[in-house]
């Protein structure tokens, strides 16, 4: 039977994945001169636990740079050697080997046994450095790790349930006993079989249960993971508070009385008010025979007996207590030993308060409920044809359904909503690299990292923002020589902002800069042949540097210089159904905006009317609606179409115009206007009637057909027809370009 590896690791895919971006980070953002302490322990944990992990199921590639990395981060966060910037940048480049050897276990990737070897090299030899021979010889101190008689060990019985394939986890849980040899001394009580995966072992470690349940819960189901503690340490003979250690040998009295005192002279120890000092021979009340005189025997001969909870134990004399010697107590009979610790807290599953769920699953729960709009829209459709008074129930309760489908909508879309601090978190390290290779100093500042957006929109726009990033790097911020001739800082800043706006996510890339040379990119295009005049707006010079090929570096590098970056945005970002925006002042910096749609899925459209067509407007761009009247109509400077609201002329759209509608209204005062606004512009669009308001599951136009000038998209409605989804601001585009020749 074929063992499908990728669904029994994936648990450990993703915790590594999670582990490497948290070192990432935390390197990124210590500052060797100063480092802090709890920022150093969170380094060495994340190191650690990736170890262990990987050497648990059998990834020893991974385990092998990682040990090397633990081994050289121990000694930072023990105080034996400073954190230095050679170590900071091992360690990123050890975190990029690890992300390739990842990506190559999850079969994404080749893996890059040479880079794994190099990195490998140079943390050794880091470690090798931190062995200063002038410096004082450490002294000698029992090891950590004895397990013949461990200083401070205690004994953990741990039961769980492999989960995975019954195969592939009976073949990983040697691992898990090898990983969990490196703690203590472990002995396999109850190993798993194909048949049965239910497991029970021993360990005497020095390590808390937390430790041991981090490393079983990658192989183990969470919910039967139980550790239970055993035994205590040897020299300090800890009992929780509840009984003293016992030097003299006492009879068990099953916790009805107090041991008896070895002589009459002696302390009886405190008895917490219950009981008075008993002679030697106890009165029994009648319950026992008559115990006969405890013999004299020394007090740290006897084993510990325990007495339920109820008593202390009898105490020697202070002179013997004082010169009593600790008792050596080997591992092997802290089993049975009388004192009982209580079971170690492990954390419950339910308290992370998350489960993983695969994103597959996740987009077929929305693709089901976008299913679930289209069957509601077209049941009210159906009943509106239906007496209200006749059918009242039924009418009631669609519109029960209707408010229960919102509901349901919006919560499955927040599942599917991510804040944008995951595409921002990868760009400290590409501003790092980039900068120190271009000689520039250069500070990335975010704003606004947890606004959310789609997950598929998350995965999307990270290239091509790091193309812009790259960019602003390369072309927009000076070097620190010229910086300092200009009257600037030094140090350049490059920002990174996100927000809500109109329904979409505006991400903007912007520096301080030298901004674009417009005369340059002119003579540029004019070199090229393209059609450009002196005569042309900003806008439309900036746009240019969008164009395939183009770019305005005087020499080729290996960062820039080929023309193959901008236009790749461009065409990404408008596969997305997004635009981009470039606006820039020469000698102040550069902002690059980008505007996408919230969500791909589903959104809330006014649907309208022109001739026998339907078409859905995204509700998050209409102002508001009007009826013209005909004095509101002008026409300025040979602009045939505009319209007076409030004072402001506004251009205007004839939807019956731009997609050639045979039978529509014509007539201004027997049509609607729809004020509309887009990238803070605006227009009317000229209409025959308003439909109504309601939900709509968009369905990509261009996967099914291809893509059409001022569609965004196509809908399903309630009769089963086919509505087109308007793109807004191209159509407003469209209206203002015209409005250069009313000025």
Not at 3 to 25: C, G, R
Not at 170 to 197: I, Q, Y
Not at 485 to 491: R, S, W
Request: glycine content about 8%; charged content about 20%.
């Amino acid at each position: 039977m074929a063992i499908d590896m990728s669904q029994f690791y994936q648990v450990f895919f993703e915790e590594a994945a999670e582990h490497l971006a948290s070192m990432e980070a935390l390197l990124l953002a210590i500052d060797p001169a100063a480092p802090d302490t709890e920022e150093v322990n969170a380094l060495f944990r994340a190191a650690h636990s990736i170890k262990g992990s990987s050497g648990t199921f059998g990834f020893q590639d991974m385990m092998e740079v990682t040990h090397i990395l633990e081994t050289m981060l121990d000694r930072v966060r023990k105080g034996e050697a400073p954190l230095t910037d050679d170590m900071v940048d091992a360690s990123l480049v050890a975190g990029d080997v690890l992300k390739n050897l990842l990506a190559a276990h999850r079969g994404e990737d080749e893996a890059d046994r040479a880079a794994a070897e190099a990195i490998c090299h140079r943390l050794e030899a880091l470690c090798r450095a931190l062995e200063a021979p002038s410096a004082p010889p450490p002294v000698p101190v029992p090891a950590a790790r004895t397990v013949s008689a461990p200083v401070c060990s205690t004994g953990f019985d741990l039961y769980f349930t492999l989960s995975g394939d019954s195969n592939a986890a009976v073949d990983g849980f040697g691992h898990l006993v090898d990983e969990l040899g490196s703690f203590g001394l472990v002995e396999t009580l109850a190993a798993p079989t194909p048949e049965n995966r239910e497991c029970h072992l021993r360990i005497i470690t020095e390590v808390d249960a937390d430790t041991l349940c981090g490393v079983i819960d990658f192989v183990a189901d969470a919910a039967s993971v139980r550790i239970e503690a055993f035994g205590s340490s040897a020299d300090e003979g800890e009992a929780y508070g509840f009984f003293d250690e016992v030097l003299a040998p006492v009879e068990e009295a099953y916790g009805l009385f107090e041991p008896l005192p070895e002589a009459a002279g002696s302390s009886g120890g405190e008895a917490y008010g219950f009981f008075s000092d008993l002679p030697v021979v106890a009165e029994p009340y009648g319950f026992f025979t008559e115990l006969p005189p405890l013999p004299d025997a020394p007090a740290a001969a006897a084993p510990e007996e325990t007495a339920y909870g109820l008593f202390e134990p009898v105490a020697v004399p202070a002179a013997e207590s004082e010169t009593a010697s600790p008792v050596e107590v080997s591992p092997a009979p802290v089993a049975a030993s009388a004192v009982v610790r209580k079971p170690a807290a492990r954390p419950a599953a339910s308290d992370s308060g998350s489960i993983r769920v695969s994103v597959e699953k996740v987009d077929q729960m929305i693709n089901l409920v976008g299913e679930l709009v289209i069957t509601q829209a077209m049941l009210t459709q159906a009943a509106s044809n239906v007496d209200p008074v006749i059918f009242e129930r039924l009418i009631n309760g669609l519109a029960q359904l209707e408010r229960n489908t919102r509901d349901l909508q919006e919560s499955v879309m927040s599942i599917r909503m991510m804040p944008i601090s995951v595409v921002f978190s990868r760009f400290p390290r590409v501003v790092r690299d980039l900068s120190q290779k271009l000689g520039k100093q250069v500070e990335l500042k975010t704003i606004g990292e947890t606004t959310e957006m789609d997950k598929s929109l998350v995965e999307r726009i990270t290239d091509p923002l790091t193309h812009l990033v790259r960019n602003s790097l390369d072309h927009g911020l000076e070097t620190p020589e010229r910086r300092r001739a200009a009257g600037k800082p030094e140090t350049g800043t490059i920002t990174l902002s996100a927000y809500h706006q109109s329904g979409n996510i505006v991400i903007e890339v912007g520096d301080d800069g030298a901004g674009l040379n417009r005369a340059r990119i002119l003579a540029k295009a004019k070199e090229r042949g393209m059609p450009v005049t002196d005569a042309m707006t900003d806008q439309e010079v900036w746009q240019l540097i969008m164009e395939p090929g183009f770019s305005t570096a005087e020499q080729v590098t290996e960062v820039s210089g080929r023309g193959v970056g901008m236009d790749v945005v461009k065409k990404n970002i408008s596969a997305m159904g997004g635009r981009i925006e470039l606006d820039s002042v020469t000698g102040v910096g550069t902002r690059i905006t980008v505007r996408l749609p919230l969500t791909l899925a589903i959104l809330d459209g006014m649907s309208v009317g022109v001739g026998k067509e339907t078409y859905i407007i995204p509700l998050g761009y209409v102002m508001e609606s009007m009826q013209p009247e005909r004095g509101m109509m002008k026409s300025v400077s040979g602009v045939e179409r505009l319209i007076q609201v409030r004072g402001e002329y506004l251009p205007v759209v004839c939807l019956h115009d731009v997609f050639h509608i045979q039978g529509a209204i014509t007539d201004w005062s027997k049509g609607i206007m729809v004020v509309l606004e887009a990238d803070g512009q605006s227009a009317a669009l000229f209409i025959d009637q308003l439909i109504g308001q309601h939900q709509v599951v968009i369905k990509s136009l261009e996967a099914n057909y291809r893509r059409v000038p001022g569609v965004g998209g196509a809908t399903i409605m309630g009769d089963g027809r086919v509505a087109l989804i308007l793109d807004v601001p191209m159509l407003v585009g469209m209206a203002r370009r015209v409005m250069p020749a009313a000025a």
